[in-house]
């Protein structure tokens, strides 16, 4: 079979072998498996593994040797993945009227399924890890640092757009005296977060953050601007801009792309999450450019491949209990969702920034940067 030949030739260029015996290598139950990859690339690839063709027992180490040899730049998949691609060119994918889906489809799956899998306070960001030895820790780590870099103080005022459960606002309100405004555009995530954060100066909103108004001492976002589209990343820059006190700090925690593109990858945009996609470095200067003056920019992105192995071991262990309510099908959905993520961290073909600016023509800040 001619398919088969020229995926196992590829597969070969990055050391993994069909019915192998390494724990990266792919044990295929399914023939179609190859002509299914090269016609639909990594969509292909996904869905086929959700539908139990294939199996591989290190998955993370599978995409991690893929991206190494750049074997996704090779297969690019019919005339549906190029007309995708043209799609996230021609429309606004992130407009207003549209951005509930993610919160929809990925956000609002559960919070029994979050609880179990994240650490104790809820964070679905990238942990800090120099000098923690586990999640919790390593989480507590990233949360302080974030403080720190905005020289967060009492009373100050912080808007966080997008907000998870409020898991930096309510330890930024306990831990050093801060009000803080969050928005986000995920009902359960609102919701949970409402109770967590009761009793503390915290106002957590179901709002688009193009909405917001008011005046900061601080605006920042963690893990949001994946969501955000490079379409509005100029209206981005200019809403926290616009919510920034001239003398206030502007913060972003984000995941990030090596280049510049305009889309996610199929699968993830249509089982993950939706109309979303990583900025590059490029596309975020551009966006800030005569607007804020770049103070320090952080990149720690394998600390991602480490967050999401503890997010798969928290979630493998807890299936037997999820397993009723979600489903087989679902569990090989998010075992790929979590270990091919940390295989992108692991290739460095993924990265994880935390950027912080000021308003042009501002004394540089006194704060903790890396």
């Not at 809820?122 to 640092?145: G, R």
Request: charged share 25%; glycine share 6%; net charge positive.
């Amino acid at each position: 079979m001619k398919a088969k030949k020229i995926v196992t030739e590829l597969l070969s260029e990055a050391g993994i072998s069909i019915n192998g015996k390494m724990p990266w290598d792919i044990q295929v139950h399914d023939n179609r498996l190859y002509r299914r990859i090269l016609s639909e690339a990594d969509l292909g690839l996904g869905e086929s593994y959700m539908d139990g063709w294939w199996d591989c027992e290190a998955l993370d180490e599978f995409i991690n040797r893929i991206f190494k040899a750049k074997l996704d730049k090779k297969v690019i998949g019919n005339w549906k993945a190029s007309l995708y691609v043209l799609n996230t060119k021609l429309f606004n994918r992130q407009k207003k009227s549209r951005a509930s889906q993610v919160g929809e489809q990925h956000y609002d799956l559960g919070n029994d399924l979050y609880r179990a899998m994240l650490d104790t306070r809820l964070n679905y960001t990238c942990a800090y890890w120099k000098n923690a030895k586990n999640l919790d820790k390593a989480q507590e780590a990233k949360l302080d640092m974030i403080c720190k870099k905005i020289n967060l103080k009492p009373e100050m005022t912080v808007l966080e757009l997008g907000c998870g459960w409020g898991s930096f606002a309510k330890y930024a309100a306990e831990k050093y005296g801060a009000e803080i405004v969050a928005v986000n555009i995920s009902k359960e995530q609102v919701q949970l977060g409402r109770e967590l954060c009761k009793g503390l100066p915290v106002e957590l909103r179901l709002q688009d953050y193009r909405e917001v108004d008011g005046k900061y001492d601080a605006v920042i976002s963690i893990g949001m601007l994946e969501h955000v589209g490079y379409k509005n990343y100029r209206t981005y820059m200019e809403v926290v801009n616009r919510c920034l006190k001239d003398d206030g700090l502007a913060f972003i925690h984000t995941i990030g792309r090596n280049i510049s593109t305009t889309y996610a990858a199929r699968w993830s945009d249509k089982y993950i999450f939706p109309n979303s996609m990583l900025p590059s470095i490029n596309q975020i200067a551009k966006a800030m450019e005569g607007l804020f003056v770049m103070e320090d920019w952080h990149n720690f992105g394998p600390d991602y491949d480490k967050t999401l192995t503890a997010w798969y071991q928290n979630f493998n262990n807890a299936w037997p209990k999820l397993k009723d309510k979600y489903g087989d099908r679902f569990y090989r959905m998010w075992r790929f969702y979590l270990l091919s993520s940390a295989g992108g961290f692991r290739s460095r073909s993924r990265q994880l920034w935390q950027i912080v600016m000021t308003k042009t023509g501002k004394e540089q800040p006194n704060c903790r940067i890396s």
